[in-house]
């Protein structure tokens, strides 16, 4: 067990930056790590096939 | 409800009754089914090698396909249940949230195992893990693999259950650690992976069965692809974990930086799995600002991330190291780490061969245009096999020579065999990709019978060159079997033989103590540039994949112009 | 232990880097980007791309203009099983089909003429892999590609399958020579 220890003591009023807030918030990332290859990759990528011409 | 605890002694670490059995039950089913898909990958490279060429062809067709699926699904995604659990509920010191469930999903995945078992051997789907369509497979082929992806799917649900309950019920203080936040990646990865598994695989179940007529062969490939290679993706966030945990480990480290580590494992959230385009580059239309974009990561930023963690888990052991005195010159807390430990040298084999092997070549082969010289030719195993045996498989046997002693209570079988392994199973699965990526370069193709063509009306041969290549790729092949052997020897052996460790840790319902905060880092005593060392390996790592790209356009250029 | 324990403070998201680090990241980053625009610059300025043109199509069609241009350009037979050999005019629309298990039909073209190679397949997937250069494409059913091409050395090249597709894979074969005009 880890002794108790001396920290910054005005840590707790300090604001969270963004980045933080994005990496402790494991719903949102799940959000974003769904979205981004649906969008990108498969939609897209769908996309690309649907409008592929017929040949003549 | 009363929920039980015991703290291991030896390790500090806190085991949730029900997460416990979890994990070694995820565990256990996944090194036997290892087992298994090791003896079939010794008939195929036996097969594959021209001297000896084993099987039959449609006998070899049947055994690879079963290599595929279990290697690369079932063997790995039973063993990264176990990580999820371990990082959710050991790691935080948690009950495991909703253990049934984690039940229900155990055994549906073991029983979608089982039925694509049964339709592979029954000889009716030897159709390798891709299955495109219109090739068809036996419906329960189909079947069995959406049951498995179901069982996992619930099982990266219980894990963001714990992760709930751990939060609500203040078992730690603080973020989450490192090692879990990079299991949570592995746990989102997962779950688009899944999905995309289901959006194609249940079509094509009722496909199969003849309820609809036609399945478009290129959109199961975009499609089929956004589960197959982000399947692979979950292995990459969960093997960079296990280095993490294994620095921690063994040697104490810390990591570098908690922003720079996370920030890289955010990058794959968002971009590792477009990766699943290095598949569709040669395919006809799918425009090339989709191939680019995608098969880049948007601008190889999952690159980037890789090569993040690539410096900043041998740096922290290089800070841990010269922290304890090792600091003659640049290379001295490398020398003096402790390369008799299975566990670290399993570990740092895994981060070498990962980042040389596998993560030069991933990235040379997905360049858009130098796919054209790569595609389907056997560089493409050869790039797999140090992406998913060295760098995951490897660094999940690294992690059960330090984690199945401390859960079953039992003492490593056989030490001084577990001592080799590492280094027989690392270097013989590394020169087996080297020289299946020799053989590929030269036009070998994959899941190929016969180099030799025989029965066919024209007749080809392959240069003595291309033959030593596999010849040489199939007994690097069987040392690598012997390897993964061993490893299961050890394993099975401490289970069922190993001696018993008295650790009088019993099993009690007392809430453990909350996970404390790590302890602030000493003062820094330098001034920056506290991995010397590492950033020299980095260096090298650099020039060596800068000189390799080159050598690869190159090459390229060569070959008849077209557009 | 502390990758395994929560980070030491609770704020750590502006916590600065080490300069191993940050040169690190710069170096990768820079090295990513060149990677990156490596791609569209070798479209413009490159010599081997696919630029993505294809075409929707189904097997019958597309057999049907494989056998058209059989049955107009054919300039011989070979081998045991009479597989005819076409000669294309120069700048044509070639078409080659990948069947179980062959591919039709062997094809003779002219050294630095240019052809637009259609290639599609009548029944599975197939892998066209062209040797020795080694340049490969999926060949995939109902879809045709068109890779324009311009062999630059004579010499007899083999198409051989490296997609599976089924038992005889391995026997799937075909020929493309090319001939100084």
Not at chain 2, 94 to 101: E, G, H, K
Not at chain 2, 288 to 315: C, D, Q, R
Not at chain 2, 467 to 474: D, H, K, P
Request: a neutral charge; glycine letters at 8%.
């Amino acid at each position: 067990m880890a002794e108790p220890v001396q920290r910054n003591t005005n840590e707790q009023e300090q604001p969270v930056p963004v980045l933080q807030q994005i990496l402790d918030n494991p719903f949102l990332l799940l959000f974003l790590g769904v979205v981004m290859p649906t969008v990108f990759y498969i939609l897209w990528g769908v996309m690309e096939i649907v409008t592929i011409p017929m040949a003549n | 409800m009363s929920e039980l605890f015991r703290t291991c002694p030896r390790s500090g670490l806190v085991f949730h009754k029900a997460a416990e059995s979890l994990i070694k039950f995820n565990a256990v089913t996944a090194v036997v089914f290892l087992a298994v898909g090791g003896v079939l990958g010794l008939l195929v490279v036996m097969t594959r090698w021209p001297a000896v060429h084993l099987l039959s062809a449609d006998l070899f067709y049947q055994v690879l396909t079963g290599h595929g699926i279990i290697m690369l699904l079932v063997w790995i995604i039973f063993f990264e249940m176990a990580v999820l659990y371990f990082c959710s509920s050991t790691l935080l010191r948690c009950r495991l949230a909703t253990p049934r469930f984690a039940w229900l999903g155990y055994v549906l995945m073991l029983g979608g195992a089982a039925i694509t078992g049964v339709a592979i051997l029954q000889g009716g789907s030897s159709v390798m893990m891709t299955s495109y369509v219109p090739m068809p497979a036996a419906p329960h082929f189909y079947l069995g693999l959406i049951l498995f992806a179901v069982g996992a799917l619930i099982g990266c649900f219980v894990f963001l259950g714990t992760l709930v309950v751990a939060k609500n019920e203040r078992t730690y203080e603080g973020s989450i650690p490192l090692v879990t936040f990079g299991a949570l990646t592995a746990c989102i990865i997962a779950i688009f992976t899944i999905a995309s598994g289901a959006i194609i695989l249940i079509p094509t179940f009722l496909w199969s069965v003849g309820y609809i007529s036609n399945i478009d062969p290129l959109m199961y490939r975009v499609i089929w692809w956004a589960m197959g290679h982000s399947s692979q993706q979950i292995n990459v966030a969960a093997h960079v974990s296990v280095w993490y945990a294994i620095a921690a480990i063994v040697f104490g480290a810390r990591p570098m930086s908690e922003r720079v580590s996370r920030g890289a494992f955010l990058l794959y959230i968002l971009f590792l799995q477009l990766a699943s385009a290095h598949h569709i580059l040669v395919d006809p239309g799918v425009g090339t600002e989709w191939k680019i974009f995608n098969t880049s990561y948007a601008m190889y930023l999952a690159v980037l991330a890789s090569m993040v963690h690539g410096l900043t888990v041998p740096g922290s052991i290089e800070v841990a190291q010269r922290e304890k005195g090792y600091t003659n010159g640049m290379f001295e807390w490398l020398r003096k780490a402790p390369w008799g430990n299975p566990v670290f040298s399993g570990m740092f084999i895994s981060l070498v061969g990962f980042g040389f092997l596998g993560g030069i070549t991933g990235v040379v082969m997905g360049t858009e245009q130098i796919n054209l010289i790569i595609h389907n030719t056997i560089y493409v195993p050869g790039h797999f096999h140090p992406t998913v045996v060295l760098g995951t498989t490897l660094a999940f046997m690294a992690l059960c020579y330090f984690l199945v002693p401390v859960l079953f209570r039992r003492e490593l079988f056989l030490p001084g065999l577990a001592k080799w392994q590492t280094y027989l199973f690392g270097g013989g699965t590394a020169l087996m990709s080297l020289f299946m990526m020799g053989a590929g370069t030269l036009g070998v193709a994959r899941r190929h019978w016969d180099m030799a063509f025989s029965g066919a009306p024209f007749s080809f041969e392959f240069g003595g060159a291309a033959y030593m290549m596999m010849g040489l790729t199939g007994i690097f092949g069987v040392i690598s079997v012997i390897g993964g052997a061993a490893f299961v020897i050890v394993i099975v052996g401490t289970i069922l033989l190993g001696k018993k460790i008295e650790d009088k840790s019993e099993y009690s319902t007392a809430r453990p103590a909350v996970l404390p905060m790590a302890p602030p880092a000493p003062a820094n005593t330098g001034t920056g540039f506290i991995a010397p060392g590492t950033f020299a390996l980095a260096v090298v790592f650099l020039a060596t994949f800068v000189v390799y790209y080159f050598l690869n356009w190159m090459y390229l250029s060569s070959v008849w112009p077209m557009k | 232990m502390s990758a395994l324990l929560p980070p030491s403070e609770r704020i750590w998201g502006n916590h600065p880097l080490d300069k191993v680090e940050g040169t690190w990241i710069a170096i990768a980053l820079v090295w990513c980007l060149f990677m990156f625009f490596m791609m569209p610059y070798w479209h413009v300025f490159g010599k081997q791309n696919y630029a993505g043109e294809a075409y929707r199509t189904t097997p019958a069609v597309y057999s049907a203009k494989v056998e058209k241009m059989v049955e107009a350009h054919t300039v011989r037979k070979e081998t045991a099983l009479d597989i005819p050999v076409v000669r294309p005019p120069a700048g044509s629309d070639v078409y080659l089909a990948g069947r179980l298990w062959s591919w039709y039909p062997a094809l003779e073209l002219e050294k630095d003429q240019t052809y637009r190679l259609h290639i599609s397949s009548l029944d599975w997937q197939h892998g066209f892999s062209l040797q020795p250069i080694n340049v490969n494409a999926q060949v995939v059913p109902g879809y045709e590609m068109v890779l324009t091409i311009t062999p630059d050395k004579s010499g007899e090249y083999t198409i051989i399958c490296n997609e599976f597709c089924g038992a005889l894979h391995h026997t799937m074969m075909g020929k493309i020579y090319v001939v100084d005009r």
